[in-house]
């Protein structure tokens, strides 16, 4: 192989115990789970299912993660969960800054640098989403708005002892039903000037996941750009059947 890819999905706030038992069952049950030799599988559902999906991938080679954590390990939080909570119920990585966490619920470059630094002190791999709006893309801010929020994204990390962040380059105009996939070479061009900048800012290059409408139409054109490590997928992947047949298709183009 050329490259070892992630390849993930996150189920947003989808999926009740008995569906999310069926997706691990499938998962656990195929070859691609125990085959991180070939690439990184990864699955992030909701907290009412992290701990019970991680007790249930926990001989693969799957990694399971949390969709937020925040910045302190306990206190007076209501409803929040921190990264020691994600640790204690199985959780190896954290997904942090998503757009609909930074449309919704006012996440802004500082909390995510704060929940960023807060998941490497605990141990877990950093997922960090990171997009330009459609009047951002349009008006040809797409590499100043990436520059900003990554450099402020890693600006509180201690790299000491293997601190563990991953960028994911997920357009806000590619995300959800309806979302424009953006073309692979373009999302290959943003994802080297993350890593040209990660690169200058830390002395190696972050991997760069591309998420935004990624299905099997287009999973293998983007998995093969050079500067695209892997896959972030969102509907195409809530059903085991579609998220094998994207990892199967990828896996076996980069053979």
């Known amino acids: 192989m050329t490259k070892r890819p992630w390849i993930g999905t ?23 789970s125990k085959q991180s030799d070939q690439a990184q599988l990864f699955v992030i559902p909701p907290f009412t299912v992290l701990h019970r999906a991680a007790e249930a991938l926990g001989e693969t080679d799957v990694i399971v993660g949390a969709q937020n954590a925040h910045w302190e390990n306990a ?25 609909e966490r930074r449309t919704f619920f006012a996440e802004t470059d500082e909390t995510v640098a704060k929940k ?6 605990n141990g877990l791999t950093a997922l960090v989403c ?16 990436l520059k900003r929020q990554t450099q402020a994204a890693i600006s509180m990390v201690e790299w000491a002892g293997g601190a563990k962040v991953i960028i994911a380059y997920e357009p806000v105009w590619s995300i959800g039903e309806g979302g424009t996939p953006a073309d692979p070479a373009f999302a290959d061009e ?20 591309y998420g935004g409408s990624v299905n099997p139409a287009n999973c293998v054109d983007l998995a093969n750009r050079a500067n695209i490590d892997g896959l972030f997928i969102g509907r195409s992947a809530w059903k085991a059947e579609g998220y094998l047949g994207i990892v199967s298709d990828v896996v076996s183009s980069l053979s």
Not at 75 to 99: F, M, Y
Not at 116 to 121: F, G, L, N, Q, S
Not at 196 to 209: N, R, Y
Request: charged letters at 30%; proline letters at 2%.
């Open 10 to 32: 996150s189920w947003k706030m989808n999926k009740t115990i008995r569906e999310a038992d069926a997706f691990c069952e499938a998962l656990r049950a195929s070859d691609w």
């Open 75 to 99: 206190g007076a939080w209501t409803g929040e969960i921190s990264p020691a909570q994600v640790k204690d119920c199985g959780g190896r990585l954290v997904e942090i800054g998503h757009s």
């Open 130 to 145: 990171i997009g330009d709006t459609r009047e951002e893309y349009e008006a040809g801010r797409t590499g100043e708005v």
């Open 190 to 209: 943003q994802h080297a000037r993350v890593k040209e900048l990660t690169a200058a800012e830390l002395g190696s290059p972050l991997a760069v996941l």
């Open 116 to 121: 960023t630094a807060a998941a490497v002190r």
